[in-house]
């Protein structure tokens, strides 16, 4: 219903003519037409319910009261909506209504001193002693009440008197306010397809919640918030915000988690960013979002241990110092030095605007080459392989139009969420769906054919589709015996892809993570050759694409190749080949010991797991502006929702391109001299070929940098053993920081703590689910040891751990050191268990 | 006059093994359609008869067959309602019991009437002994060649499947059924679409009652003009009646449409006990409108109870006498509509509720002046606004008696105040 459908066909809606489009039901074309008719169950999204029942209208020639919710409109029609006896009618069904919902705030002779204290619900608990709803100004029962003009009530109130349930992270729910309008459970199965929310009981019993009694994490919950955004009551809200009261009001931004550039609504209360919601933007995420989009930024931003002053290492002590104090420490010591003693790494959630200050401070006003990414890790295959992906034209919308997907190693339930429900999309309209994938996973159900390679043989079957898709010889044989895949699901899978005149490749992050990527790299290229075919490759770091463009790499500067020659990069500071005097670590903490130089600066949101020299604030996608590039190539904006004084109280963070402006003048003058982001973003314009001149929001091809360096396989002495391990790539890192060490309720879920195991395997090592076992490979030579947790997504014989890219605020995963440092991956284990 | 088609052999020992019902001449009917008539021939056949259904709702069985698409590509699908859950209707049980041949002649004839290769019976939760001998039924005719591939050689497959409900008064409702058929919660849908066009597993689907496919056996063999004969001319052939309450001989009576409500109860179920006194009939099942001791001289078919402000529905006459007080007979009625609402829609969860809570409060004594009329107000507010008729169903027996019998509610509540 996005997209302006012409209005061709005519009806009367209250005796005046209005036209609308064709197939569109009475209750929207009234919509479109400025007509209100009441209704608390239907939504844009979602099929007719038919539940509320307010939205009965009067038609000519039809008997009693049709629902405008599910009677389609046609030409000729004459409909009533505002009748007399309709009034009556809705006067009596919301009296129902209200007879089981806590409405002491719709009727309540006190009601005018509720709404003055609206934005203090505690208070008003005190004076109006109400305390039964978050009142936040988002009941469209409220709405209802008083555009229904009902005034009294003539039953009790019946109170169930649910316990209000907090026992699940990210949302409250109060089913004593619920009115069973149903649109979260549709939205759960229809939009979302998890079908975790159900009814249960029946009749006056009936309540929202997983069936048989099970949690929402048991039922296989993705906290994806769509139920609370669809609540048109207080029954489910958001943690976090619940007692917040009504916003002040709310900015259309970016989410600043990856790289799908989610469209969100961040609303504000007395200058503070509260909470989160989806933005109806049919251009990307259409109303849908993730767990960390929709739950986890106000915890990101405003956890207690955020650092919000600068600090220096002052003899034995790391004290709070001012601004000018830590520049001019800082400017100080950098001056002191060469510039080839220098490195900065940049991390890949930066905005362009401080990606671009930072290669400007480095190269122009230190005159160093050392300046790298750790998106260099976040894109496995190398930076050449994605900058040739991205000037493929990808389109997540489009994946809703697919006839054919093939999607290899992805799983939507907790990243990437709008994918997943873009490609259900899709099925509905009667696409199909090849999966490449050994493990199990939230769209494998939906799968027509499911190939289940063995772990890091993804891209030999992408290959062998490739190849056969552009005509080349294959051998099917080999690369069945190769992948031990079905020689009969390969043939139908083939068949499946050859059908396609649409096709759409969905590649999750996982499939780039593998040391061996020749076959994928090889596979991508030949695919991209294809016409018709919409590649969607999916990678952590929500501005990687930006930092390419920005080019914060040593090979790779503002717009291409880097002039300048090599650097020194990540590879070199991790490996330790070069000792450098300086290391200025902006926004990733890719160590966990405090890498080898002699003054260490960070510039980050949450201080560092190590011992540093300087230490300067930062401030976050809620207090800095700046723009961000999704995987499209679309340049999106990050709004600023808070502006706080720079003091005690709020913290004295910068934004990180005016850190380096402010640096840039302790050393030299005016070199860099940006006031605003705006500033930047006009320099980058200048500087950057392609930059969009204006924020159009438009999905645009990059030009391929040319660019060789593809990963090759680290020839490592193959190791023996019965179990493979598979390192996974991270999901949760914002920054610094792994997210789920700041937000509660991902910390809740541990997705990614310790080795996922099958079940079936825990049992034939005679474990049971936690225990604690150490893993060894290399002869038993190296070995790691750690809690292990049954994952019936996993396939027998394999073994998957997390192994992240930055490392902020996961010392509790130290055990696994020795394996964050190995070079193969996958690569085979033996399994022991730690203790008796 | 009086003879019995569809119970005729019912007191014959067996009848529910094949061997004694091919004895009787079974599958004849089934033989005689597949082999000699085409498809539309019995469906023209069925229409002529005026067989109205035996479920509740008494629409024609012909035209509802008549409403499939014939030119789909999509497969169609028939699906018996043996969830019999209305109170006071006990006669789908007989025939389940008794002759489940009978019904799996009638399934024959008529998948092949609408061209549907896979039948379901969706029979209720409780009947597990009779869903039992059902399935041993199915299994018979299987072996015998009158279900599967090719039946009787006629090159007509037709595959059955009984489906057990789990006890839910709603998925009798057909659209809820499907719900609950395809593994769901037993919902029900909006409509339109109707089932005939979008139906199980979003296909083309033909929903009956037992009873009415029983009867289409007897229509082959005899003929729409002996089966209209029976009964009358736009309401063909036999009903079973299941009289219970306060009658002397309670059971199920096989009489033609037709017979007055007066003689089943006097003549047939053997009138009332000694020195009690009619007090009301409820005619159709209990979701039909009360009928008082003076309105019982009417006929018994769909038009004839409409006509006299109540329903035919399953035939199911629940007979009240004077002793029982109607605040019993309302609290049950209230109970058990509030309990098996399913909660989708606003009026009927929370309306029927609200029943519940004020009938309850005048069986316990602490009624309030103006209840009865609230009872009225809550009634004709379900009524017409719910989105399944089972809306209606609670509101129609509360209302009907709410009103005939205001004045005793009333004085009930003088009497304990």
Known sequence: ?836 | MNEKVLTQNFGLDHLFRIEVYLEQGGYRAAKKALTEWKPEQVLEEVKKASLRGRGGAGFSAGLKWGFVPKKTDKPKYLCVNADEGEPGTFKDRYILSHNPHLLIEGIVIASYAVGIHDAYVYIRGEYEVIALRLEQAIAEAYGQGYLGKNILGSGFDLDLYVHRGAGAYICGEETALLESLEGKRGNPRLKPPFPASVGLFQNPTVINNVETLANVPFIILNGAAWFLAKGLPNDGGTRIFGVSGAVNKPGIYELPVGTSLREIIFTHAGGLKPGRKLKAVIPGGMSSPILKAEEIDIKMDVDSVAAAGSMMGSAAIIVIDDRTPILEVLKKVAKFYAHESCGQCTPCRLGTNWILKIVKRMAEGKGEQGDADSLLRLAANIKGRTLCPMGDAAAMPVFSIAKKFKEELEASLKVKT
């Open chain 1, 1 to 836: 219903m996005a997209r302006k459908e012409p209005r061709t066909e005519t009806m009367e809606i209250n005796h005046r003519k209005v036209s609308f489009p064709e197939g569109v039901t009475v209750h929207r074309a009234a919509e479109l037409n400025g007509v209100y008719i009441p209704s608390l169950c239907s939504h844009k999204d979602l099929s007719p319910f038919g539940g509320c029942r307010l939205c009965m209208v009067e038609i000519e020639g039809m008997r009693g009261y049709p629902l405008s919710c599910n009677t389609v409109a046609q030409e000729g029609m004459k409909v009533l909506t505002d009748t007399v006896m309709l009034r009556e009618l809705r006067k009596e069904i919301l009296k129902l209504i209200l007879s089981e919902h806590p409405s002491s705030c719709l009727v309540c002779n006190e009601r005018t001193e509720c709404q003055d204290y609206q934005g203090t619900i505690r208070k008003a608990g005190v004076t109006t002693g109400c305390r039964f709803c978050p009142n936040d100004g988002q009941c469209e029962l409220q709405d209802l009440v008083e555009k229904i003009g009902l005034t009294e009530m003539d039953y009790p109130i019946y109170y169930h008197g649910y316990e209000p349930e907090h026992d699940d992270p990210f949302y409250d729910r109060d089913y004593n306010i619920c009115i069973l309008c149903g649109r979260c459970v549709r939205m759960c199965q229809e939009v979302r397809g998890t079908s975790v929310l159900a009814f249960t009981y029946r009749g006056p019993r009936v309540k929202i919640g997983p069936a048989f009694g099970r949690s929402h994490t048991e039922a296989g919950c993705e906290f994806c918030g769509a139920c609370v955004d669809v609540c048109p009551t207080g029954a489910l809200a958001d943690k976090v915000s619940k007692w917040d009261g009504k916003p002040d009001g709310c900015y259309v931004s970016t989410c600043p988690f990856c790289a799908i550039g989610c469209q969100i609504e961040l609303y504000h209360k007395n200058g503070r960013f509260s909470k989160a919601a989806a933005n109806i933007d049919p251009e990307v995420n259409d109303g849908q979002l993730c767990v960390k989009g929709r739950f986890c930024l106000p915890e990101v931003t405003h956890h207690f241990e955020r650092a919000k002053k600068p600090m220096l290492q002052k003899g034995n002590y790391f004290r709070e110092v001012s601004w000018a104090e830590a520049l001019e420490r800082v400017a100080a010591e950098l001056k002191g030095i060469q510039p080839d003693e220098f490195a900065m790494l940049v991390s890949p959630d930066l905005t362009n605007e401080s990606l671009f200050a930072a290669q400007k401070f480095v190269r122009d006003c230190l005159g160093s080459r050392n300046i790298d990414s750790t998106a260099r890790l976040e894109l496995g295959g190398g930076l050449g392989l994605w900058s040739k992906l991205f000037s493929l034209p990808i389109s997540i919308k489009n994946i809703a139009q697919a006839d054919v997907i093939l999607a290899v190693g992805l799983d939507s339930r907790f990243n990437f969420s709008v994918v997943g429900t873009k490609v259900r999309k899709a099925l509905d309209r009667g696409a199909k769906l090849v999966t490449i994938d050994p493990r199990d996973s939230n769209l494998a159900r939906y799968t027509d054919d499911w190939l289940r390679p063995l772990p890091g043989r993804e891209g030999l079957l992408l290959k062998f589709f490739a190849d056969s898709l552009a005509g080349r010889i294959t051998d099917l044989p080999w690369v069945a015996e190769e992948t031990t895949v079905n020689v009969p699901l390969l043939e139908r899978a083939l068949e499946i892809l050859s059908s396609s005149k649409d096709l759409a490749v969905i590649i999750g992050p996982q499939v780039f993570h593998y040391d061996n990527n020749e076959a994928l790299g090889d596979s991508l290229m030949t695919l991209a050759e294809r016409k018709n075919t919409n590649f969607i490759p999916l990678y952590f770091g929500a501005n990687a694409r930006g930092a390419l463009e920005m080019g914060v790499f040593p090979e790779i500067g503002p717009g291409g190749m880097s002039s300048r020659g090599q650097g020194i990069g990540l590879e070199e500071i991790v490996n330790g080949s070069k000792r450098l005097k300086a290391i200025y670590l902006v926004g990733d903490i890719p160590f966990f010991e405090r890498p080898d130089c002699d003054f260490l600066i960070v510039q980050d949101i949450y201080l560092p797991p190590f011992k540093v020299d300087a230490f300067l604030p930062a401030s976050t996608f809620a207090e800095a502006g700046g723009t961000l590039v999704n995987m499209e190539g679309r340049v999106q904006e990050v709004v600023q929702v808070e502006n706080p004084p720079e003091g005690a109280v709020m913290g004295f963070m910068r934004p990180d391109w005016r850190i380096f402006a402010d640096l840039a003048n302790s050393l030299k003058g005016n070199s860099m001299n940006y006031k605003t982001s705006q500033d930047v973003l006009r320099e980058i314009r200048k500087t950057v070929p392609d930059f969009p001149a204006r924020l159009g929001r438009k999905p645009r091809r990059m030009k391929a940098i040319d660019h060789p360096e593809i990963h090759k396989p680290t020839v490592g002495k193959t190791s023996e053993g019965d179990f493979l391990l598979v390192a996974e790539p991270a999901g949760y890192r914002h920054r610094g920081i792994d997210i789920s060490s700041k937000v509660g309720g991902l910390g809740e879920l541990a997705l990614e703590e310790g080795f996922r195991m099958h079940p079936g395997d825990i049992d034939s090592l005679g474990l049971k689910n936690g225990d604690r076992i150490r893993l060894s490979f290399d002869n038993g030579k190296v070995s790691a040891g750690g809690a292990v947790r049954a994952d019936v997504e996993c396939p027998r014989g394999v073994i998957y751990y997390t192994r992240p890219v930055v490392f902020g605020g996961l010392k509790h995963r130290r055990e696994l050191l020795p394996l964050y440092i190995l070079k193969q991956n996958p690569i085979r284990v033996n399994v022991s268990r730690i203790g008796t």
